[in-house]
């Protein structure tokens, strides 16, 4: 038979051990977010009758699995007659989802150019990128001038010492 008082006690010790901290207040301002710059929406894929499908062997790193198996899926673009070809994976599934993600955007970079998801992506990360070199060659420069400046004190107090050593007989 069980007790009810056994039962709840292991509960009551559960809940005795969650601790009730209060969450920090959220801070308030009367001023308007900032807008968060938007990315362009992903790009559809085109309708499945302006592609034509294959699944063909794979080829490369993967071995004797990949070059067997017809997993590999290439896309034509009937109207433009572009041709893409995923081999990501071992699934035909997904490399069928991957290779309409990947027609779908080098149909978005013709048809829009600059104004693409792929560009606009491209030039974030440039940007990112040119931002953290230029951080980095601060950085360096800074240490290379306190480096200088040590050396150059150091060589100082280096200098009065040994002259101060030269003229005591």
Do not use: C, W
Not at 93 to 106: G, T
Not at 129 to 148: F, G, I, P, T
């Amino acid at each position: 038979m069980l007790r009810a008082v056994g039962l709840a006690v292991p509960f009551q010790r559960a809940v005795s051990n969650v601790s009730l901290r209060r969450a920090p207040a959220a801070a308030f301002s009367t001023s308007p977010a900032a807008p968060l710059k938007q990315m362009p929406p992903r790009p559809k894929p085109p309708p499945e009758e302006d592609i034509e499908e294959y699944f063909i062997h794979g080829s490369g790193p993967g071995g004797q699995k990949i070059n067997k198996t017809a997993s590999a899926v290439q896309l034509k673009h009937i109207p433009t007659g572009i041709v893409v070809k995923s081999q990501a994976t071992r699934s035909r599934e997904q490399n069928r989802k991957i290779a309409r993600e990947l027609l779908a955007a080098k149909l978005d970079i013709l048809a829009n150019g600059d104004q693409s998801r792929t560009a606009i992506v491209g030039s974030v990360k440039k940007k990112r990128a040119d931002s953290a070199a230029k951080k980095a060659r601060r950085k360096y420069r800074k240490l290379e001038e306190e480096r200088a400046r040590t050396e150059d004190s150091a060589g100082v107090d280096r200098r009065d010492d040994s002259a101060a050593g030269d003229q005591s007989p």
